[in-house]
């Protein structure tokens, strides 16, 4: 079984500070994906960005980074420039492949961080 | 745009009631899920599908079932609803050939069970 753990319960930064969420996962899978998501006061999951294991290259999406560390077991989420919009739960989740490959497993959530982003 | 809908945003029902949670996707997806969102534990996986009729055991599948007759629908039951099973219900779906994996989630039903 999986496990994923997010140390930061919340967190608090200013407006267009950077801030960084922590994740680590416990898996014997090699083949996985790793994503996080956010969920606004609106309570609507958003995919924030993904990671598959087998790519060495962090991945980015405008101000959303990633550090990914597979020895260290160890994904964490970067916001540069945070705006009051990135106000929201952040969750940490990990997927194994199935094997059939179709992605039909469901996700592994660690207990999310609550990140406030003050004026 | 993906959409997956829920039935209720909110939903309060007695113990001891036979409770059906609904998720409809639009998009053709394959597979679907359903998770409970407590504070402090995150999404817990409850039971999920591939296809029609097919399910899978999440890691919390005691006190629930559930249903799936057509490939857009897949309904979550609690045959005999308890106050331990008041919860965030999401429901969520996902492509099997897109190769992102990425799942979409709905907007959730909060359950009160008195």
């Known amino acids: 079984a999986q496990t994923v753990t997010q140390s930061q319960p919340e967190m608090s930064v200013q407006e267009a500070e950077t801030v960084t969420l922590s994740c680590t996962y416990d898996?014997?899978?090699?083949?996985?994906?790793l994503f996080w998501y956010k969920q606004p006061p609106s309570r609507q999951m958003i995919l924030v960005i993904r990671?598959?294991?087998?790519?060495?290259q962090n991945a980015t999406e405008n101000r959303f980074s990633v550090n990914f560390q597979k020895a260290a077991k160890s994904f964490s989420l970067k916001i540069s420039d945070s705006q009051l919009g990135d106000t929201a739960m952040y969750f940490c989740?990990?997927?194994?492949?199935?094997?059939?490959?179709?992605?039909?497993?469901?996700?592994?959530f660690g207990k999310g961080t609550h990140l406030i982003i003050q004026p | 745009d993906v959409k997956v809908t829920q039935s209720s945003r909110y939903l309060v029902k007695r113990t001891g009631e036979k409770v059906f949670l609904e998720c409809v996707q639009d998009?053709?997806?394959?597979?679907m899920f359903w998770y409970r969102q407590d504070p402090g534990l995150g999404l817990r996986l409850i039971y999920f599908?591939?296809?029609?009729?097919?399910?899978e055991k999440g890691d919390i599948p005691e006190g629930y079932s559930v249903s799936r007759e057509k490939k857009e629908r897949f309904s979550l039951i609690l045959e005999s609803a308890s106050t331990n099973q008041t919860s965030m219900y999401l429901c969520?779906?996902?492509?099997?050939?897109?190769?992102?994996?990425?799942?979409?989630f709905g907007p959730g039903t909060r359950l009160t069970v008195t």
């Open positions: 969520a779906s996902s492509p099997t050939t897109s190769g992102s994996y990425e799942q979409y």
């Open positions: 898996t014997s899978e090699n083949n996985y994906y």
């Open positions: 990671q598959e294991a087998y790519k060495q």
């Open positions: 989740a990990f997927m194994k492949l199935s094997r059939s490959g179709g992605g039909a497993d469901g996700l592994t």
């Open positions: 998009m053709d997806h394959e597979n």
């Open positions: 599908s591939y296809d029609v009729k097919m399910k």
